[in-house]
């Protein structure tokens, strides 16, 4: 027999606490866990399509699993996710994480939150799970999760979920929603830094900010301590330049009468966005907070980096693993099939094939070696 593949994943989900009633149950625990992980892998985005994986996959399956009852049905996965403890199960997601991925400190962790639309349920009075997401970047990995609680919002949410983290000598980005003096105290307490995007949810900072700005770049900096940068990328018929310049002035702070109790605050920022196509030239300012001494080009990376969240954590979510259609919608099931999908893309990011996820996934369904490289990433190394 092979190195059990499922050695990495048995070690932190194994001890997970039971829900059902012990004695009547004829499978284990972590071997459903375990196949889910497996057929989500390999395409599966229903508790109907995770029996038919394991039903095809039985034989190769038993050569790792205790499969003494056989493949349990589409109903057993539905209820034993249905009654799966999230707050443990996303314990041990991060737990697993932190041991077998690399994540190399000072990158950034940008903090987003997405809706799983179709875990709303109107019959049933339901409303979709909001997941707050902790996305590090550089290593194309997600490190946690927490479910926003139906009577409060991201605010609470994203410290929680920071206190769970390690994120020290990281850089941690949050959108305009979690601009907050209580999470930049958190983000320095950990020992970490933050550049935060800043709206008109703090109207008057943000006026300053602005106004701050608009007076410097009148004087063309002169006199102001700060430093600017400049990146200019072409294709796909359109040019995008970005600029960005840092204020590290004392004076700027101290001509900003409302950014006391801003824990770290040593920049303020504003990068300009510039798109010129054929036809058209378009040009958009924002502004941020950081902790960060001024450097131009590192911030200008960070806010950058910040927006992958979107463009691959929450576009894979949607458009590969199609979470926005997914039905699981009963009790915590829809937290916890999220999970198992943040489980299987953090797998598949990892494996070094030039492919796409799709790709890959495909290539888990057709290539039982492949699914076994995927399942544990210990085993390439």
């Keep these: 027999m092979d190195e059990n593949p499922f050695a990495s994943l048995e070690t932190c989900f194994g001890d997970l606490p039971d829900p059902r009633v012990q004695g009547r149950c004829t499978h284990k625990l972590v071997d459903i866990i375990l196949i889910a992980v497996s057929a989500v892998l390999c395409g599966a985005n229903s508790w109907s399509e995770v029996e038919e994986f394991g039903q095809v996959k039985e034989e190769w399956l038993k050569q790792y699993l ?87 919002n991201e605010i609470t949410a994203v410290p929680e979920l920071l206190n769970l983290l390690f994120i020290k000598d990281c850089i941690v980005t949050v959108d305009a929603l979690n601009c907050q003096k209580d999470i930049a105290r ?95 030239v378009q040009v958009e300012r924002a502004y941020y907070l950081s902790s960060l001494p001024a450097d131009a080009e590192r911030i200008l990376d960070a806010t950058r980096a910040h927006w992958s969240v979107e463009n691959t954590f929450h576009w894979t979510m949607d458009v590969i693993f199609g979470e926005d259609a997914s039905r699981v919608r009963l009790d915590d ?20 094939a030039k492919i796409s996820i799709k ?18 990433p210990d085993l390439m190394r």
């Design 66 to 152: 205790d499969l003494a009852a056989g493949i349990p049905s589409h109903d057993t996965f539905s209820r034993v996710f249905r009654l799966l403890d999230a707050a443990e199960f996303q314990r041990r997601f991060m737990t697993w994480v932190e041991q077998h991925f690399r994540v190399p400190r000072g990158q950034v962790i940008a903090v987003d939150g997405k809706t799983a639309r179709g875990s709303r349920d109107g019959f049933q009075g339901q409303e979709a799970i909001h997941l707050v997401s902790a996305w590090a970047s550089e290593a194309g990995v997600l490190l946690g999760q927490r479910k926003v609680d139906e009577k409060s």
């Design 186 to 280: 958190l983000i320095i307490e950990r020992q970490a830094d933050y550049v935060f995007a800043l709206k008109a949810n703090h109207p008057q900072l943000h006026q300053d900010v602005i106004d701050w700005f608009a007076w410097a770049r009148q004087r063309d900096f002169h006199d102001v301590r700060h430093d600017a940068h400049q990146t200019v990328n072409k294709g796909h018929g359109r040019l995008e330049i970005r600029r960005c310049w840092a204020i590290h002035d004392p004076l700027a702070l101290e001509s900003m009468g409302h950014y006391d109790g801003w824990s770290g605050l040593r920049t303020v920022v504003m990068v300009e966005r510039e798109r010129r196509t054929a036809d058209k």
């Design 333 to 352: 099931a829809p937290e916890n099939f999220a999970v198992v999908r943040h489980i299987a893309m953090n797998l598949l990011k990892q494996h070094p």
């Design 359 to 376: 790709r890959k996934r495909f290539r888990a369904a057709l290539d039982d070696a492949f699914l076994l490289q995927l399942l544990n």
